[in-house]
């Protein structure tokens, strides 16, 4: 068995010698686990009660490359959670919107269709249709004589005062006081 850790009932032969990490750069080479003399102080160490991970099983090793894993794993939790629940959010929030203005677009339409229903209708009868004929197509009937009559003719709009309207006023004046003379 190893270390007390039994994960099975069939009994795993021992290493004869201990196994030894290859040295880095800068470093003396250690031993395996087992030949260590500190392992039961490491394991009191830690915050949760396990044992700490060899140096030569860690993923990384120095401790800036540990945080840049740790804020990439954040990162990724952070996309996960987003894309899980802010964005579905986001866009619920969204259909409800439209929802209203289509609600709004529907009651428009469906009030324009009831008027228009309404001419229909009217129309479809003898008076509707002579009224049509007049007014689309100015047909007269028997009897009846057409005049047509023009808008009345509005004067000319009163400009501001100021800078430049006031020699526009001037101008107009001049010629509207001036008698028309004939060209030869």
Do not use: C
């Not at 994960?7 to 290493?15: C, F, K």
């Not at 529907?106 to 209708?121: C, F, H, I, Q, W």
């Not at 057409?146 to 100021?162: A, F, N």
Request: charged fraction near 25%; aromatic fraction near 4%.
């Amino acid at each position: 068995m190893s270390n007390g850790h039994k994960t099975s009932g069939v009994p795993r032969p021992r290493a004869s010698a201990p196994r030894v990490r290859p040295a880095r750069p800068g470093q003396r080479p250690l031993a395996d686990d087992r030949s260590r003399p500190d392992r039961t102080d490491r394991a009191d160490q830690t915050k949760l009660g396990t044992r700490p991970i060899d140096d030569d099983h860690q993923l990384v090793t120095r401790r800036p490359h540990r945080w840049f894993l740790a804020i990439a794993g954040l990162g990724i939790v952070v996309a996960i959670v987003a894309a899980l629940f802010v964005l579905p959010v986001q866009a619920w929030l969204r259909q409800e919107d439209e929802i209203v203005d289509k609600q709004q677009e529907l009651s428009v339409l469906t009030e324009a269709n009831r008027k228009l229903g309404t001419e229909v209708d009217h129309l479809g009868t003898p008076e509707g249709a002579k009224e049509a004929a007049r007014d689309e197509l100015g047909v007269v009937g028997p009897g009846e004589e057409r005049i047509s009559v023009l808008p009345t003719q509005t004067g000319p709009l009163p400009l501001p005062t100021g800078w430049p309207y006031d020699t526009f006023n001037q101008i107009v004046a001049v010629r509207q006081s001036a008698p028309a003379t004939a060209a030869p």
